[in-house]
């Protein structure tokens, strides 16, 4: 079943422990990119933002003629842009939403506190809180300096 389908449901892989990381996370991702929704889940943009709501056309009556065209001609074009535009941006606030379901989804339930503040529950943000969690970063930062496992490189755990 493809993950575009309204049928899909979520994988059977369930994260409860660190060595599931890598393969949750990658079927997390792969769903994200199947919605079209990765630029805005994705746990390391760190200046995220979501989908725009589209505004609608505004009819003006400056001018009877725009481009050689008549005027209602070209706000009837507007407005059929606009409509494709606002399918658009309902396809990716539903994809967004189906990553947040199909991340809850696959969590083990003994780790749901993880995800309890409402505040956090863009799949970004969870994806983010459960990264601290269950990924165990071996960065120049965040061990300690008597530690012969530390690397340099980036962080696996700050966004």
Known sequence: MD?????????????????????????????AH??????YVDPDIREPNDPTE?????????ANIVDGRDKDDVMHERM??????????NREKKGISR????????????????MMDEE??????LLQDLRRWFVVCSCYDC????SQTRMNGP?????
């Not at 899909?8 to 997390?28: C, E, F, G, H």
């Not at 589209?54 to 400056?62: C, G, L, N, T, V």
């Not at 962080?155 to 966004?159: A, D, S």
Request: hydrophobic share 40%.
């Open 3 to 31: 993950i575009c389908d309204d049928n899909w449901v979520p994988p059977d892989m369930i994260l409860s422990k660190r060595s599931d990381w890598a393969i949750w996370y990658t079927q997390i991702r792969l769903l």
């Open 120 to 125: 956090r529950w863009h799949p970004r943000q």
């Open 34 to 39: 199947g919605q079209g929704v990765w630029q």
């Open 80 to 89: 059929m842009d606009f409509e494709i535009e606002v399918d658009k941006w």
């Open 143 to 146: 061990l300690p300096a008597t």
């Open 54 to 62: 589209p505004k609608a056309p505004r009819y003006s009556d400056d």
């Open 155 to 159: 962080c696996l755990l700050k966004p």
């Open 99 to 114: 990553v947040a379901f199909c991340i809850c989804e696959t969590v083990a339930r003994e780790h749901c506190w993880l």
